[in-house]
Nanobody, 125 residues
Framework: QVQLVESGGGLVQAGGSLRLSCAASGRTFSNYAMGWFRQAPGKEREFIAA????????VYADSVKGRFTISRDNAKNTLYLQMNSLKPEDTAVYYC??????????????????WGQGTQVTVSS
């Protein structure tokens, strides 16, 4: 089992940037494809981005494509989400998770597990 802890959230003005981190411990982090999701109040958990175990391939939701970048450093057991040009509609709790059963590009949160506790991102207009 991989344990995940997200950090880096906060309050930022529209147009600003944040970098989220997801620190992993436990089983070998580099064995797994990973993903970022977010959940706003009253809404379902939404896929943001996914990355292969080695980091060579990535996929993004249309809502964040061109603004967000997912990356990983397997030597540091850490997953990242660089968020630029933030918009008020990006406000949500952001979660990282391990892809446990689907193809690496899966967008279905039911294929993911070992969810972290989440980190709040608030974008003011």
């Amino acid at each position: 089992q991989v344990q995940l802890v997200e950090s880096g959230g906060g309050l930022v003005q529209a147009g600003g940037s944040l970098r989220l981190s997801c620190a992993a411990s436990g089983r070998t982090f580099s064995n797994y494809a990973m993903g970022w999701f977010r959940q706003a109040p009253g809404k379902e958990r939404e896929f943001i981005a996914a990355i292969t175990w080695g980091g060579a391939s990535t996929v993004y939701a249309d809502s964040v494509k061109g603004r967000f970048t997912i990356s990983r450093d397997n030597a540091k057991n850490t997953l990242y989400l660089q968020m630029n040009s933030l918009k008020p509609e990006d406000t949500a709790v952001y979660y990282c998770a391990v892809n446990q059963r689907g193809p690496w590009y899966s967008r279905n949160h039911s294929n993911f597990g070992s969810w972290g506790q989440g980190t709040q991102v608030t974008v003011s207009s």
